[in-house]
Nanobody, 115 residues
Framework: QVHLVETGGGLVQPGGSLRLSCAASGSFFSINIMGWYRQAPGKQRELVAAMTSSHSTNYADSVKGRFTISRDNAKNTIYLQMNSLKPEDTAVYYC?????????WGQGTQVTVSS
């Protein structure tokens, strides 16, 4: 069974920074995609950033240049460094692991950007 645990959310002022972490545990294939999605109230869940096990990345246009995804394959952990945060970045952020046709999700961590 695969478990994903996110940490690092919180309240930050506009222009501030936060770093999210997601640790995956359990047994899964080493070739995979790990990423971050977010869901704001009343909106659909959307991709923020993702990284393959070979470190190829994909970012949403809205976060390019501000957010950076990274991963440590030895620790099965991904990170999301979020800089220059805006109020519109407020959402619950979910960690995702894709292995073949399987999707695994974390519980989510709240990020609130407000003055």
């Amino acid at each position: 069974q695969v478990h994903l645990v996110e940490t690092g959310g919180g309240l930050v002022q506009p222009g501030g920074s936060l770093r999210l972490s997601c640790a995956a545990s359990g047994s899964f294939f080493s070739i995979n995609i790990m990423g971050w999605y977010r869901q704001a109230p009343g909106k659909q869940r959307e991709l923020v950033a993702a990284m393959t096990s070979s470190h190829s990345t994909n970012y949403a246009d809205s976060v390019k240049g501000r957010f950076t995804i990274s991963r440590d394959n030895a620790k099965n952990t991904i990170y999301l460094q979020m800089n220059s945060l805006k109020p519109e970045d407020t959402a619950v952020y979910y960690c995702n692991l894709k292995v073949f046709q399987y999707d695994y999700w974390g519980q989510g961590t709240q990020v609130t950007v407000s003055s």
